[in-house]
């Protein structure tokens, strides 16, 4: 293992770059940026990303094959813990029992501040079912401390 390598849940990665797939025309235009970065870790927000919850429409999943990328599915949109851990679950289905998940759980949809007691609720949930959760979380020690605790596998304050 490279020393290098950023590893994250036993997975080690070449690239420390994680690329979300929102804001693009297209999925065709998605891949090349995809591709122009380097990253090989792809957040997806499930609410709003076909990966397969819409048959019959493009999936996402056809230019960013699971085999070629970590598809990071987040919650992205959910205000609740149980929207997160639903849309997670969810996704876990999508992608034949793909464990590694961002969760991100809102408080206001202005400063896309967290939700800390929704993010801790949801976290906990998500661990005991199996999740290896990287999680979005305050810029609090004590917080990021607590869902360390819990078991999630990356803590990703605000603004870092």
């Not at 870790?41 to 990303?49: E, M």
């Not at 990966?51 to 987040?74: D, M, Y």
């Not at 967290?114 to 906990?124: Q, R, Y």
């Not at 949930?125 to 305050?138: E, R, W």
């Amino acid at each position: 293992m490279n020393s290098d390598s950023l590893v994250i849940a036993g997975k080690s990665y070449q690239s420390r770059l994680l690329v979300g797939t929102g804001k693009y025309k297209d999925f065709a235009q998605t891949r090349a940026a995809i591709d122009a970065s380097g990253a090989e870790i792809v957040t997806v927000a499930i609410r709003r990303t076909n990966i397969g919850q819409e048959p019959g429409q493009p999936s996402l999943l056809e230019v960013l094959p699971p085999a070629q990328f970590t598809i990071l599915p987040n919650t992205a949109g959910c205000y609740t813990a149980d929207d997160a851990v639903r849309t997670l679950r969810l996704a876990r289905e999508l992608l034949d029992g793909h464990a590694l998940v961002k969760l991100e759980v809102l408080g206001d949809p202005q400063t896309l501040f967290p939700n800390m007691p929704e993010t801790l609720k949801a976290a906990a949930t998500l661990v005991k079912d199996g999740f290896q959760v990287m999680v979005y979380c305050a810029d609090d020690p004590i917080q990021a401390r607590m869902l360390e605790d819990i078991g999630c596998v990356a803590i990703m304050p605000l603004a870092s």
